[in-house]
């Protein structure tokens, strides 16, 4: 495993991180085809023998259920001053009165204590907001979220999905106040999804952000062909708003690139994502050994320039989803 440092920070990261929102029970929340601890714990234990030391949830998948399995499988299987435990608040993890998503002060305070006791641990190493909240002042947010850092119970801060002008107010505003500025950004990055490209990795290369993209494999769909269903895309209505049908030729570039290095498609479409200097760490589900086993081996696969024409030349413009 490679490592490598988070953005400008001086915390150390495996190449690839491991997405928790795989693991969850699937009779709570939206998730059904989420694994159950039973189940999820190989994962991290592979995961912690393959060197990967960098873990991604969220309080909201499985209603909290993805932190209580990763805070014991990591608990079990880890040593915590090795690892970097990343999670997320913003959207609601059970119930829908007031007060129980968003991100105003009394929402953050409230979620970080619950995330703790979820995850069995007394910090966590990177505290996401999840989503940009249009109706709390961003400086109400990232006052509380600065607090939450000199409280010890977060080290680092990030954010995810939103605007370039949003990521870079809130960068502007805590470097004003004197706040923890966000280290990095968790956005929508893949072969099917480029428009981050335009301003977004261009504002977090010049502010030394990190870049930690989600859905690197496009929820699967660079792993098979494209006709081809599973469990999780016949229930993932999310992820039926992503990719149109136009995509189909950049999924059979990727097939053709794959077959011809011999390797998997899962390793030629993340060695894409981290041929990109500014990416630091994409960030990999795995529900099958071999899926963790592909993300390892991507570390290592260099693209051709030739290879890299192929697999974008098909792409075209999509509107902007997924915030």
């Known amino acids: 495993m490679k490592y490598r440092k988070l953005g400008r920070t001086g915390l150390d990261v495996s190449a690839i991180c491991l997405g928790c929102m795989s693991y969850g029970e699937p009779d709570r929340g939206p998730h059904p085809w989420s694994l159950g601890e039973d189940d999820a714990r190989p994962f991290f234990r592979q995961a912690i023998e393959a060197g990967i030391n960098f873990f991604d949830t969220a309080n909201t998948y499985s209603a909290g259920s993805s932190e209580e399995i990763t805070g014991r499988a990591l608990r079990d299987f880890a040593d915590r001053d090795e690892i ?85 107010k809130a960068l502007h505003v805590a470097d004003a106040h004197g706040w923890t500025r966000f280290v990095t950004m968790q956005n929508h990055y893949n072969l099917l999804n480029r428009e981050e490209e335009r301003e977004m990795l261009p504002l977090c290369a010049d502010e030394g ?98 290879e890299i024409e192929r697999l974008t030349a098909p792409y075209t413009p999509h509107e902007v989803a997924g915030f």
Do not use: C
Request: aromatic share 8%; glycine share 6%.
């Open 84 to 168: 970097v435990l990343a999670t997320k608040v913003f959207m609601p993890v059970e119930g829908t009165g007031p007060n129980r998503a968003g991100l105003s002060r009394k929402a953050i305070m409230s979620a970080i204590d619950a995330s703790l006791r979820r995850l069995g641990t007394d910090y966590v190493d990177l505290y996401q907001i999840h989503r940009w909240d249009p109706l709390v002042p961003i400086e109400e947010t990232l006052e509380a979220l600065h607090d939450v850092v000199k409280a010890g119970k977060a080290r680092y801060l990030g954010a995810s999905s939103m605007w370039a002008w949003q990521f870079s």
């Open 209 to 306: 952000i990190g870049v930690i993209p989600w859905s690197p494999l496009a929820r699967g769909r660079l792993t098979r062909d494209w006709d081809e269903t599973t469990a999780r895309s016949e229930t993932d209505q999310f992820g039926r708003t992503l990719y149109p049908d136009s995509d189909r030729q950049i999924v059979d570039a990727v097939a053709e690139v794959a077959e011809a290095r011999g390797v998997s498609r899962a390793q030629v479409a993340l060695a894409w994502v981290m041929s990109n200097p500014v990416v630091d760490a994409p960030i990999v589900g795995a529900t099958k050994p071999h899926h963790l086993a592909d993300a390892v081996a991507a570390v290592d696969l260099d693209l051709t320039s030739d």
